[in-house]
């Protein structure tokens, strides 16, 4: 296996709210290898965003991150990234570390074009000498992205162009550094089937052609499987298996993934919203004690609402936090 390229260790984000604080995320601990698709699957607010937008110290007021480290690990340092100052993790942000986020229309500023979008990601990390510049180079990132027609719609605003063209502009100034790791939070949730599709197809595409790291979020077990190499499974902010995905389809181990599978025998089918485990998703402002899955689990003994499971390695390469396995 390759090298760890970043590690996250007990990451811990509250949000301090007037109802109370949202333990959003809690010891929240992977690995990701250089060159793989690591996915992070979960239902809609379990953590997936929060987690990742604190490896590089996104969390925004009220929310603060409470403990843990993140080390990233390019050739020959260690750094952790939250311990670095502003003007070091803004560097590491966009040059070696790029995010895509589900809406691209608010990662694009409606007020410029999109050339002059790309063209100022590649002048703020020093790639052009002036935004005027890096045009042409955008221009031909846009190609690589495949926006039809980049030497006219380079000068598009972001209204101009559809959710599809929007998001591959995005891809476009996320790649325009050339990041070691590339942080797709939901990249096609808000795009429609044939669009997502081509975007998926498109961040293959790069992975292949710039051998970037992915950390791809989603809610759609059919996207896992479709992806990635190894995936996080998170519930109530914790998360409770990690293992190859070929591993996690065919041996669940941890009751809360089984029923996420069973919900799915369909992998194309999404799940936002679990029907056949019984239940609802617990407040994590008083999340349940002990394991935060036994009040839906099937499975539970008298510890799991005592004792917090560790994630354990059940099998080569296989974590998985409950104590009933
Ligand atoms: N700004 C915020 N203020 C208060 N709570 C927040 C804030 N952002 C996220 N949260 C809470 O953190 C939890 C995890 O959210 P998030 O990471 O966005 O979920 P996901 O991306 O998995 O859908 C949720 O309970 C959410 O309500
Ligand atoms: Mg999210």
Redesign the pocket.
Same mark, same amino acid.
Request: proline share 6%; net charge neutral; with cysteine.
């Given at each position: 296996m390759s090298k760890k390229i970043l590690e996250v260790k007990n990451l811990t984000v509250h949000?301090y &709210?007037y109802a109370g604080i949202?333990k959003?995320i809690e010891e929240v601990s992977f690995d990701v290898f250089e060159g793989e698709t690591f996915a992070l699957v *979960?239902e &809609? *607010?379990? *953590?997936?965003?929060? &987690?990742a937008r604190a490896i590089t110290q996104l969390i925004?007021s009220? %929310?603060r991150i409470v403990r843990g480290e993140v080390y990233y690990n390019p050739d020959g340092e260690r750094l952790n990234l939250l311990e670095l100052p502003d003007e070091e993790i803004r560097t590491i942000r966009g040059n070696d570390i790029a995010y895509i986020f589900q809406d691209p229309q608010s990662s694009l500023d409606p007020l410029y074009n999109v050339g002059y979008q790309v063209s100022e990601s590649l002048f703020v990390h020093g790639r052009v000498k002036s935004i005027k510049d890096g045009i042409k180079k955008a221009v031909n990132i846009l190609r690589t992205v495949l926006l039809p027609d980049p030497e006219r719609r380079v000068s598009n605003y972001p209204h101009e162009l559809s959710g599809g063209m929007k998001q591959r502009v995005t891809i476009g100034i996320g790649i325009s550094n050339d990041p070691r790791i590339l942080i797709a939070d939901e990249p096609t949730t808000a795009l429609d089937v044939t669009v997502q599709a081509q975007i998926l197809w498109l961040i293959k595409e790069m992975k292949k052609r710039y051998g970037v790291t992915v950390i791809l979020i989603t809610h759609d077990m059919g996207v896992v499987a479709d992806m990635a190499d190894r995936v996080a499974v998170m519930y109530a %902010?914790k998360i409770v298996e990690v293992a190859e995905v070929t591993e996690v389809f065919k041996n669940p181990v941890h009751p809360y993934t089984q029923g996420l599978l069973k919900a799915v025998p369909n992998p194309l089918k999404k799940i936002e919203r679990l029907e056949t485990i019984p239940g609802t998703v617990p407040s994590?402002i008083n999340p349940p004690s002990g394991c935060r899955f036994h009040p839906r689990c099937p499975e539970i003994s008298k510890v799991c609402k005592e004792k917090i499971p560790e994630l354990r390695e059940v099998k080569k390469n296989h974590f998985v936090a409950c104590h009933n396995r």
């Amino acid at each position: 296996m390759s090298k760890k390229i970043l590690e996250v260790k007990n990451l811990t984000v509250h949000f301090y &709210t007037y109802a109370g604080i949202v333990k959003a995320i809690e010891e929240v601990s992977f690995d990701v290898f250089e060159g793989e698709t690591f996915a992070l699957v *979960g239902e &809609t *607010g379990c *953590g997936k965003s929060v &987690t990742a937008r604190a490896i590089t110290q996104l969390i925004e007021s009220p %929310g603060r991150i409470v403990r843990g480290e993140v080390y990233y690990n390019p050739d020959g340092e260690r750094l952790n990234l939250l311990e670095l100052p502003d003007e070091e993790i803004r560097t590491i942000r966009g040059n070696d570390i790029a995010y895509i986020f589900q809406d691209p229309q608010s990662s694009l500023d409606p007020l410029y074009n999109v050339g002059y979008q790309v063209s100022e990601s590649l002048f703020v990390h020093g790639r052009v000498k002036s935004i005027k510049d890096g045009i042409k180079k955008a221009v031909n990132i846009l190609r690589t992205v495949l926006l039809p027609d980049p030497e006219r719609r380079v000068s598009n605003y972001p209204h101009e162009l559809s959710g599809g063209m929007k998001q591959r502009v995005t891809i476009g100034i996320g790649i325009s550094n050339d990041p070691r790791i590339l942080i797709a939070d939901e990249p096609t949730t808000a795009l429609d089937v044939t669009v997502q599709a081509q975007i998926l197809w498109l961040i293959k595409e790069m992975k292949k052609r710039y051998g970037v790291t992915v950390i791809l979020i989603t809610h759609d077990m059919g996207v896992v499987a479709d992806m990635a190499d190894r995936v996080a499974v998170m519930y109530a %902010g914790k998360i409770v298996e990690v293992a190859e995905v070929t591993e996690v389809f065919k041996n669940p181990v941890h009751p809360y993934t089984q029923g996420l599978l069973k919900a799915v025998p369909n992998p194309l089918k999404k799940i936002e919203r679990l029907e056949t485990i019984p239940g609802t998703v617990p407040s994590l402002i008083n999340p349940p004690s002990g394991c935060r899955f036994h009040p839906r689990c099937p499975e539970i003994s008298k510890v799991c609402k005592e004792k917090i499971p560790e994630l354990r390695e059940v099998k080569k390469n296989h974590f998985v936090a409950c104590h009933n396995r």
